[in-house]
């Protein structure tokens, strides 16, 4: 059979397609002349036709009685975008985007309901990956008629969610895993096998935000004898817990650990994470996050996090992760360059202060899905950045990163911590340097561009609340004798000023210890084991720095804090070093000491509010709220307006 054309291929980028004359003559030209939009390329000498002129190209041939051929290939492949869908959808993952872009001329319009990262650029949609699992359900619900294709890509991501989205919902509300193993040295309570199977359904990258005391550790440490081929394990702590960690994994698994250390890390050093000596090594964020600037690309290089990624770790536990909180921080970029199959985020406080601190936790177990902290913020939260556009898609969304349980879940029967107020007076001679102070803040305040100087108005602050409890600690110490004879119970009590605990510590005499970040890990240990277990040692005097975290003092039913710090947590964790940790459940009463007529009265207040706002964004998300500034900037605001 002669044929007249060959139908040679098809240009799906440009919907061109190209013919060719195996034997030209003037008839034939003079048909393929006649194709609208058709041009000759005159190196290939092929003739390209656009494929919306085929079927007349069909049609002139037919009414010629011309003959043509298309090769299968060729044939396929028309026929498949010619029934192409209306929109495909395909991955962005640079911007943690799914976008939906039109297949096809003069589509339809597309509308929608329920998706809150939904945006509209041009003829594109897009939608937030962490949300993108939902196309497929609400796109179809408003635009009957309309087609959809997914890129294989996105039909992965639908996939992994559509598994997680699983996990989530068996696990929500649930207060036992029965069919998880403990895999350590002691049995895991059932709350805590919750967290282990909700972080091993995906796939050990997780936040676990349990509260202060309900064995964050043990569980890490559980979750990653798990998983089998997590040989090489790095935790990321504060300074103050490496020795916590260092004894906890011995405790659990019989391990001894590779303490890292230096301000950079030697040969020796990496020579110990290439080794396979120690599965577990433990490093601490303050040497983590030292680093300098790239002089090529000004990006911050952190020597440790290459060095770590260099060694190739199977798992990173990121202990305390709300010190990575603060983006611009050494210690948040540092985290978030390392990498590894496995990451597990454990914090008691997933926020400290807004809503987009939770961003360096999702980018740390899910980067491809949180790429960037502008289109996190972008995508969640009001321009402000401190509020959430959509509660119940933002806990939705967050539900599928993180597992979160607090005492009262878990704990039916612990008493509820009492806090009480503590009123005093400040003596003559305190009130008197007090009044001079707050006037020398009055005097910058009275100064429009006080922000300018704001370090040397925070330090007047603090100097106000130094003179405040520098006079509070002996109404301290009268507390605190006067609990312990008629409970019989040891206090606890904390200070953020190093020369306030040695007062207060001078002034109880022998029965009494101090905990400041004077001491060594060793020397800390020696305290803690005494308190514990030292009839004649009532009262242990700590700083808030170095006591609010890692360290275990059930023999304490009693908390005072000499004076207060600027955020909840703070106080939170304090608390939590005798209330409600599992290997001695009691209740506990705070009390909070107020100087009258200072800003001690003031900062309560706002603390109050403050821990309210918290707790509604983290456990479930109040819209009413919707101012989250820090104490430091509102107590600010209300001094000025005392003007």
């Known amino acids: 059979m002669n044929i007249n054309f060959n139908v040679i291929a098809f240009d799906p980028s440009t919907s061109l397609i190209s013919i060719s004359i195996p034997e030209p003559n003037d008839e034939l030209l003079a048909l393929i002349r006649l194709i609208p939009s058709r041009s000759y390329n005159v190196g290939s000498k092929l003739n390209l036709i656009p494929l919306a002129s085929l079927q007349e190209f069909f049609n002139r041939c037919d009414e010629k009685e011309y003959t043509y051929f298309i090769p299968d290939d060729v044939s396929v492949l028309l026929d498949s975008f010619i029934k192409r869908a209306d929109y495909l959808v395909t991955l962005d993952s640079r911007r943690g985007r799914v976008l939906i872009s039109p297949n096809r001329p003069k589509v339809a319009t597309l509308f929608q309901s329920g998706l809150s990262t939904w945006s509209h650029e041009y003829e594109k949609y897009s939608v937030s990956i962490s949300e993108a699992y939902q196309i497929p359900i609400i796109l179809p619900r408003y635009n009957p008629g309309v087609t959809f294709d997914y890129a294989a890509d996105v039909k992965d991501v639908f996939e992994k969610e559509a598994v997680r989205r699983s996990a989530i919902l068996s696990l929500s509300n649930a207060t036992d895993a029965p069919?998880?193993?403990d895999d350590i040295n002691f049995p895991l309570r059932p709350f805590q096998k919750v967290a282990k199977k909700f972080a091993l359904s995906l796939n050990g990258r997780a936040i676990l935000a349990y509260d202060m005391g309900l064995g964050k550790t043990p569980i890490a440490i559980s979750i990653t004898e798990a998983l089998k081929d997590a040989k090489k394990v790095l935790v990321v702590c504060p300074s103050t817990l490496k020795t916590n960690w260092k004894r906890e994994i011995k405790k659990a698994v019989g391990l001894d650990c590779n303490i890292l250390s230096g301000a950079s890390p030697s040969e020796l050093a990496i020579r110990s994470m290439l080794m396979p000596v120690h599965k577990y090594h433990i490093i601490n964020y303050d040497i983590l996050g030292r680093g300098t600037k790239d002089k090529t690309t000004g990006a911050f290089v952190s020597d440790w996090a290459k060095a770590i990624n260099l060694c190739g770790f199977?798992?990173?536990?990121?202990?305390?992760?709300?010190?990575?909180?603060?983006?611009?921080?050494?210690?948040?970029?540092?985290?978030?360059?390392?990498?590894?199959?496995?990451?597990?985020?454990?914090?008691?406080?997933?926020?400290?202060?807004?809503?987009?601190?939770?961003?360096?936790?999702l980018h740390i177990v899910d980067p491809t899905n949180f790429p960037a902290y502008e289109s996190f913020c972008g995508q969640w939260l009001y321009n402000d950045g401190k509020t959430v556009r959509n509660g119940a898609a933002f806990r939705e969304m967050l539900s599928a990163y993180m597992i979160r349980r607090r005492k009262e879940d878990v704990l039916k029967d612990l008493p509820e911590i009492q806090r009480l107020d503590h009123f005093i007076e400040l003596s003559a001679p305190a009130q008197k340097s007090y009044q001079l102070a707050l006037a020398n803040v009055y005097v910058s305040l009275r100064n429009p561009d006080y922000q300018r100087d704001i370090n040397s108005v925070l330090a007047q602050l603090m100097r106000l609340k130094q003179i405040v409890a520098d006079d509070t600690a002996s109404h301290s110490v009268d507390l605190a004798r006067d609990i312990y004879e008629e409970s019989e119970k040891k206090v606890l009590i904390f200070s953020q000023f190093v020369a306030s605990c040695h007062e207060i510590t001078s002034m109880l005499g022998t029965e009494s210890l101090c905990i400041t970040g004077?001491?060594?890990?060793?020397?800390?240990?020696?305290?803690?084991?005494?308190?514990?277990?030292?009839?004649n040692i009532k009262y242990m005097v700590l700083s808030t720095k170095a006591g609010a975290e890692g360290i275990t003092l059930t023999a304490a039913h009693y908390v005072i804090f000499n004076d207060l710090c600027w955020t909840p947590k703070d106080h939170r964790q304090a608390e939590a070093r005798c209330y409600g940790r599992m290997n001695d459940l009691h209740s506990a009463t705070a009390y909070y000491m107020q100087a009258e007529g200072t800003i001690t009265e003031m900062i309560m207040e706002l603390l109050r509010r403050k821990l309210e706002i918290i707790e509604s964004t983290v456990d479930g998300i109040n819209q009413t709220a919707a101012d989250n500034n820090s104490i430091i900037s509102e107590f600010l605001s209300q001094l000025r307006m005392g003007l």
């Open 179 to 181: 069919d998880v193993a």
């Open 518 to 535: 004077e001491d060594s890990d060793s020397s800390r240990y020696e305290k803690i084991d005494k308190f514990q277990k030292d009839p």
């Open 314 to 361: 199977d798992m990173i536990i990121f202990d305390e992760a709300h010190y990575a909180k603060n983006l611009d921080s050494g210690r948040s970029k540092a985290s978030r360059e390392l990498k590894s199959k496995y990451a597990l985020p454990l914090t008691g406080t997933p926020i400290v202060n807004r809503p987009s601190e939770l961003f360096p936790l």
